[in-house]
């Protein structure tokens, strides 16, 4: 008897999607087993934004066809949305400055437990919740590669007083506490220095290989990914922002 992965696979053939001034990418063609690393490669306002939000089920699609863990998109998409994770994505999945990280994982992890998870689990006896809640914490933590004794404050550390790595990371682990089979996340290699990049490119490297499927958006892929390329075409248009900021405003998924 063979078990199902718990990475979600990836497929898309011709897949596009058109903005109010144009297409924001298109013939977009992708195939990606469960675990899979996937790099979502070109350059700002290439449509990079607008591809991930689409194969998490965030954003309609207007060409060709795509698949997310056997799921048909835009046919499933609120079945897409269950099952993928959106980690740092700007306009859409912002940290909250004035919050610290201890707040954000609490945060996260109630609305887990209220809207995420089966509703056996809410009754519970109070010390069984906080315990899984904490393993769920804990395991997120490590998978992002974010060690929270390193902070300044521990997890009492504002997000204003984060590096940029560890912001990314923190983004990471709060998109793992749902324990989605894809997690994907924008901007990866941006105001990274390169040991920084290495860095961060392995602990993602690692949750793939672990089993989880990453959708990576960055200026360069690594070496070793599945690469998709969203290279400005002549029939393309930098709706990239534009599409994203109405995504935003329709309600964040």
């Known amino acids: ?114 809207f995420g998870g089966p509703l056996r689990a809410l009754l519970r006896p109070r010390r069984e919740r906080t315990a899984a809640a904490r393993a769920r914490i804990d395991a997120a933590l490590e998978a992002a590669g974010l060690d929270l004794t390193t902070l300044p404050k521990g997890d009492r550390t504002s997000v204003r007083d984060l590096e940029r790595p560890e912001a990314l990371r923190l983004s990471i682990a709060l998109a793992l506490i749902g324990g989605p089979r894809l997690v994907a996340i924008d901007d990866t290699d941006m105001k990274l220095s390169d040991d920084e990049r290495d860095l961060v490119w392995a602990t993602l490297r690692a949750l793939a290989a672990s089993g989880t499927t990453v959708l990576a958006v960055c200026s360069k892929a690594p070496q070793g990914a599945v690469v998709v390329s969203t290279a400005a075409r002549e029939d393309t248009r930098d709706d990239d922002k534009e599409a994203a900021d109405a995504f935003a405003e329709a309600g964040r998924a």
């Open 1 to 114: 008897m063979h078990s199902t992965p718990h990475g979600a696979a990836v497929r898309a053939t011709g897949y596009g999607v058109k903005g109010p001034r144009g297409w924001a990418f298109r013939n977009i063609d992708l195939v990606a087993e469960p675990g899979s690393l996937i790099a979502v490669e070109g350059p700002s306002g290439s449509g990079r934004t607008c591809l991930l939000l689409a194969l998490t089920g965030r954003m309609a699609s207007a060409a060709g066809t795509a698949e997310v863990a056997g799921l048909p998109l835009p046919k499933r998409t609120a079945a897409v949305r269950t099952v993928t994770a959106l980690a740092h994505v700007p306009g859409v999945t912002e940290l909250e400055p004035a919050l610290t990280v201890a707040e954000h994982l609490r945060e996260r992890t109630l609305l887990q437990r209220r």
